[in-house]
């Protein structure tokens, strides 16, 4: 039987790891399409339109918001980013597993304007893994390290609003657990047929 994919979401806090399991998933598995988000920034050097990002004006992206263009958006150092509904959708329709990732502020805005979309959490092994793994090589000064483990803490604090998590502690297990997921019809349990019956 065939089944519409949902628009998955993977969401969790900074320093866990989304876009490593994401870059894995698109090597391994380029059969799921990674939502490309709208931007107001200036392309880097290499990142090409419509493939990285659709870099847009600040009036194309109001017009994006005004015509309800985009399942979200919000602003990070003074540029927008945006999520656009319609090639979501068209990917949906055509029955191609779609990924979105996205922080915890966008996840929120997606169950929104998308009930329907599979929210996955995507936790650390442990507090002290997430700290190590934020505090990296130490090159940051001590209260910039103090504002992303505070806003982690948040972050964290939000498992419960999502529909699955999975625990980071190998990027190949996440991306085949997140595969099956995206592949699995609401309702039914990917994993069930490996759990003991309880």
């Not at 059969?31 to 200036?42: D, F, G």
């Amino acid at each position: 039987m065939t089944h519409r994919p949902r628009l998955t979401v993977l969401s969790g806090p900074s320093g866990v790891g989304k876009s490593t399991v994401v870059a894995h998933m698109r090597k391994e598995h380029p059969e799921v399409w990674l939502s490309v988000s709208a931007t107001t920034r200036k392309p880097r050097p290499g990142e090409k339109d419509g493939v990285h990002y659709f870099f847009v004006d600040n009036d194309e992206f109001d017009k994006l918001i005004a015509n309800g263009e985009l399942l979200e958006w919000a602003e990070f150092a003074g540029n927008r980013y945006g999520t656009p509904r319609k090639a979501v959708q068209e990917r949906l329709e055509r029955g191609e597993p779609v990924l979105l990732e996205i922080d915890l502020q966008g996840a929120r805005l997606v169950r929104q304007s998308m009930p329907e979309a599979q929210l996955v959490f995507l936790a650390p092994p442990s507090w002290d893994e997430l700290v190590r793994r934020l505090t990296g090589r130490g090159t940051e000064p001590p209260e910039v390290i103090q504002r992303r483990l505070e806003a982690a803490k948040v972050e964290l604090a939000a498992e419960s609003e999502f529909d699955e998590t999975l625990v980071n502690t190998s990027v190949e297990d996440v991306a085949r657990e997140l595969l099956a997921l995206m592949l699995s019809t609401p309702g039914e349990d990917p994993q069930e047929d490996s759990r003991p019956d309880a």
